[in-house]
């Protein structure tokens, strides 16, 4: 079946431009993830959204990040203002809830964010 | 803070040569750990997910084992096409369920 898809692939903008990216989980995931993967280092976690119930926003490095989501489908991360450290791949996720609560999350490709 | 850390960073084996990656842990009520492979330019794709300490798991030329304080992931006999960063996370209890805490990952390089 078709798995987490992210567009675009690849976006250059220049600082001070505003960016959104794009997630489309797999169909039936309840659970949306956005991480942040900088040059040599691990992946840090942004925001997560569950079902109808208010995401979890807690990973978000500044007010210049955000994030929506329409129920439990398409989703988007918004960074205004951009600046030259926002520059990473940012990954989105998603996973159905498995017995017990313990969820695997699956991975899209990931959109590779460069700021000039 | 919950931490996970990984070892070595880089590990270059001919190939056949076994061995084994690292993942130390420090995370408050474990409610599973993660192992995911990430080839240059993807997003991790899953392996395993081990939930209490004792545990193990295989696929092909990989077994992944848990303790209460690391994860330990043995490659036996690798191929070229096992190189690949490997990435070890975790999720943990309270607040924040859901999220995962990564590592910073083990770049495998395996030569013929």
């Known amino acids: 079946g078709a798995g987490v898809s992210q567009s675009p692939s690849n976006k250059v903008t220049e600082k001070g431009k505003d960016v959104e990216l794009r997630c489309d989980p797999i169909s039936g995931h309840t659970a949306l993830y956005w991480y942040r993967q900088r040059l040599g280092q691990g992946l840090e976690f942004l925001i997560y959204?569950?079902?109808?119930?208010?995401?979890?926003k807690s990973g978000l490095p500044s007010d210049r990040f955000s994030a929506e989501r329409t129920g439990e489908s398409v989703s988007t991360l918004t960074i205004q203002r951009t600046q030259q450290e926002d520059s990473a791949v940012y990954l989105c996720a998603s996973s159905s809830r498995l017995a017990g609560g313990l969820e695997t999350q699956y991975f899209g490709p990931g959109t590779r964010l460069l700021v000039l | 803070e919950d931490q996970v850390t990984q070892s070595p960073e880089a590990l270059r084996l001919q190939e056949g040569e076994s061995s084994s990656l690292n993942c130390s842990y420090t995370?408050?009520?474990?409610?599973?750990l993660f192992w995911y492979r990430q080839d240059p330019g993807k997003g991790p794709e899953f392996l395993f997910t081990l939930y209490s300490a004792g545990e193990e798991k295989e696929k092909e030329r990989l077994k992944a084992t848990l303790t209460k304080k690391e994860s330990f992931l043995h490659i036996t006999a690798p191929k070229p096409e096992d190189s690949a960063t490997y990435l070890c996370a975790v999720q943990a209890g309270g607040s924040t369920l859901g999220r995962l805490y990564f590592g910073r990952g083990t770049q495998l390089t395996v030569w013929p």
């Open positions: 959204f569950q079902g109808n119930s208010a995401p979890d």
């Open positions: 995370v408050s009520g474990l409610r599973g």
